[in-house]
């Protein structure tokens, strides 16, 4: 049965809420913890149980943290690096050009120049050189280091790794082959013989394990490590910018991170967080829509290693030009991410959105922003989707997936198979690269591969609701209880909530397609609610012309800091006549 009767809302969606057994379970959590009833739905819901509220409330490093050794080649990874450091080698990184890079090889220097090493930063042009490890950059590195450690990268570059020549560590997320390079370690989580237990980890996760199973070996030496606690900003940057679960170990790092970085140490951070005018404590929302995106510009349309650069900088001065200079990138990487996005849309429309997979191709589309438009397609059309700009013979793209559909495995199946000529990545996002006249074959066998995993089976995206507020009862401080159950992420979304039977008191354009609007409820409550691009769909047409009538919406609770004062409003996402 449909909640609060929706089967189908203004934007087409039917509201699921939550089971009978998750609102008894919710309301003994909420008894015995003394936690709001909605607190207690929303805990049951995530599958936590009455006893296990007090930690999962309090995530701590200390008893979420894994062994490092756990890992597979993680000793000796650690005892190599170790190594290089003890004997003042050359080391080189070699890092991705997204934020999980960027920042996997900023915690790399920082940890060395705190041990008394500056090592040599190299990150590939995602035009000229495209994801990865390649064979002239790795020579090059070779002839001039004794080890280089690969972050966020590497778990596919047997040809690169052996034309090092030189000892080659390796620490990523991405999903491994049927066999590794021949590297020293390649520490990964999502290597084939894994447990899994791990594999939510970004490459950041896997790095900040690593240097602590180092700093375990200076204590055995009676030598103190640097402090990887201070660290955590950059872990929990990485962590939510690559869209890594926020489950398990990966809560205490982000909770943790977002501690540490609201004590603004981290001269690049700080310059990041003034430029995009954070003026706020941050929070997950900062990390991923404010941070992530200027951190990316710089590999999305600018220097590859801007934002490794930015991260690293422990110079005020130097950290205010590189924020400037990647302010000023993520302003032309949207400008030019809107112009494909119109482009891709509408091709994917005219090519049909029914099947397993959304696609489209395009001559000259910028390969950094590709896959934020991919993302875009995604999310409108609730499909996997893949796009991919073209230059002579060649075309390279990136893939974005919905839940329950594991792209990267289909896509690594194609290049096994020879239809690409590269390609991988993990679940829900992955990377390729075709030869011009493979294109439509390709696209059409992987639209084959989803479709047997289901994609092609969901209709609009049901809109899963966690619970009913009455609109004055909506208050900061029950926002603020409901915090306690973030950091909330990729498979842990903040709570959504339905107030039955509102009615438009007030409403008012704002831009040219928000709507802002002000609620009340039978029970006489009020709250201030904003919905954002109402007027590109029917939601602000509907209640714009209200017409007095009483409707259930749907939204996010969020705490309105304007002006100096706090109050509750509400995010709205969806609506329908009561």
């Known amino acids: 049965m449909a909640f609060l009767d929706v089967e189908t809302s203004a934007t087409g969606r039917r509201w ?21 009833a909605v607190l207690g739905t929303l805990l049951a819901k995530r599958g936590v149980t009455p006893e296990e509220v007090p930690e999962y409330l309090t ?5 979420l943290m894994p062994d490092p050794s756990t890992l597979r080649d993680m000793d000796t990874a650690a005892e190599r690096f170790l190594a290089a450091v003890e004997n003042r080698e050359r080391i080189a990184v ?29 990150i590939p042009d995602r035009i000229d050189e495209g994801y990865g490890p390649n064979d002239e950059a790795m020579a090059m590195l070779g002839a001039d280091h004794d080890l280089i450690v690969t972050v966020d990268c590497g778990t596919l570059s047997h040809g690169p790794v052996r034309a090092a020549g030189v000892d ?11 066999t590794l390079p021949d590297a020293v370690a390649v520490v990964n989580p999502n290597r084939q013989d894994e447990s899994g237990d791990l594999s939510y980890l970004c490459a950041a996760g896997v790095v900040f394990l690593m240097l602590a199973a180092v700093n375990r070996l200076l204590r055995a030496k009676g030598v103190t490590g640097p402090d990887l606690m201070a660290m955590l900003d950059l872990v929990a940057l990485a962590t939510v910018a690559d869209v890594a679960p926020l489950v398990g170990f990966n809560r205490a790092l982000v909770v943790q991170g977002l501690k540490v970085m609201a004590q603004r140490k981290r001269a690049g951070l700080v310059a990041l967080g003034e430029v995009a005018r954070m003026n706020t404590a941050p929070s997950t929302y900062h990390l991923g829509y404010l941070l992530g995106p200027r951190i990316n510009a710089g590999g999305r349309v600018g220097a590859a290693d801007l934002g490794a650069r930015l991260l690293a900088t422990d110079d005020p001065a130097e950290a205010a030009a590189l924020a400037e200079r990647l302010d000023a990138l993520n302003t032309e990487r949207r400008d030019i991410e809107a112009t494909v996005l119109a482009q891709a849309s509408e091709q994917a429309e005219a090519r049909g959105v029914e099947r397993g997979l959304v696609w489209a191709a395009g001559e000259g589309w910028h390969p ?41 495995s289909a896509i690594s199946k194609l290049a096994r198979d020879g239809l690409l ?15 011009r006249g493979m294109l439509e074959p390709a696209m059409e066998r992987l639209t084959e591969l989803l479709e047997k995993q289901g994609a092609a089976n969901a209709g609009p995206a049901d809109l899963r609701i966690d619970g009913l507020v009455a ?8 926002i603020e209880s409901l915090e306690a159950a973030g950091p909330f992420g990729a498979a842990s979304p903040a709570p959504r909530f339905a107030i039955p039977a509102a009615r438009v008191a007030f409403a008012k354009r704002a831009g040219e397609s928000h709507l802002r609007l002000t609620l009340t409820d039978a029970s006489g409550g009020r709250i201030d ?10 939601i602000g047409p509907m209640l714009e012309n209200h017409g007095g009538k009483a409707f259930h919406v749907a939204g996010r609770l969020e705490i309105d800091e304007w002006g100096g004062r706090r109050k509750a409003k509400l995010k709205l996402e969806d609506v329908a006549e009561a």
Do not use: C
């Open 16 to 36: 699921v809420g939550p089971t009978m057994e998750e609102e008894r379970l919710g309301e003994a959590i909420a008894q015995l913890n003394n936690v709001p």
């Open 59 to 63: 995530p701590s490093l200390r008893s």
């Open 94 to 122: 070699f890092a991705d050009y997204d934020v999980d890079g960027g920042s996997s090889a900023a915690l790399l220097i920082v940890w060395l120049r705190q041990m008394g090493i500056t090592p040599t930063l190299y």
């Open 168 to 178: 080659v560590i390796v620490l990523d997320h991405h999903l491994g082959g049927e």
């Open 368 to 408: 950094g922003v590709v896959g934020i438009v991919a993302s875009r397609l995604k999310e409108a059309f609730n499909r996997p989707a893949v796009v991919i700009g073209l230059d002579g013979d060649e075309g390279k793209g990136s893939g974005r997936s919905v839940n329950g559909v594991d792209l990267g």
């Open 421 to 435: 000529l590269k390609g991988g990545g993990h679940k829900m996002a992955a990377g390729l690269s075709v030869a």
């Open 471 to 478: 609109a004055g009862s909506a208050t900061v401080e029950l």
């Open 529 to 538: 609610a904003i919905a954002f691009r109402a007027f590109e769909g029917p």
